[in-house]
């Protein structure tokens, strides 16, 4: 089921504090929610970065989950406690307002018509034309 997709990303030293993460998040966010058509992105940020957390939070994402585990992240020190971010898609939004619902519930009702056998995405009110992506549009993407 591809209604969201998740998002990572690590700035490397001696770049941090110009406003790159920021941009970057934002570049990705509009390419994932718009030119994708996605309905969420996630994101999974360590408790002790700082800033990826301030990013996170200054994009409008939803907090959804806090979790610990040693195991989990990637490079670098971790600290083994973990937030999750959501960030949706406008109409989705708006869709998850009008019927009274924040927008993870209206997530998972979606997700619970999936399993049913039923594209939810049907339901919002614009088409939605969901191509999966290909090898060659994800490298194009890259390479942009």
């Known amino acids: ?21 920021k941009m970057w ?12 058509r996605f309905l969420f992105v996630e994101l999974h940020i360590d408790k002790a970065n700082t800033p990826s957390v301030t990013i996170a939070e200054q994009l409008a994402h939803d907090r ?6 040693p195991l989990f992240g990637h490079q ?33 009702i979606f997700w619970q018509l999936w399993d049913e056998g039923i594209d939810a995405r049907q339901f919002l009110p614009y088409e939605q034309h969901v191509e999966r992506p290909t090898l060659c549009s994800t490298l194009r993407l890259a390479t942009e």
Request: proline share 3%.
């Open 25 to 36: 998040m934002y570049l990705l966010l509009r390419e994932a929610l718009g030119r994708k």
């Open 76 to 108: 670098g020190p971790r600290s083994g406690h973990y937030y999750a971010y959501h960030a949706y898609e406008n109409i989705f939004l708006q869709t998850a307002a009008s019927m009274k619902k924040t927008p993870l519930e209206l997530l998972s």
């Open 1 to 21: 089921m591809e209604f969201g997709c998740e998002i990572a990303y690590m700035i490397r030293g001696g770049f941090h504090g110009l406003g790159l993460g």
């Open 64 to 69: 959804v989950d806090e979790w610990t585990s």
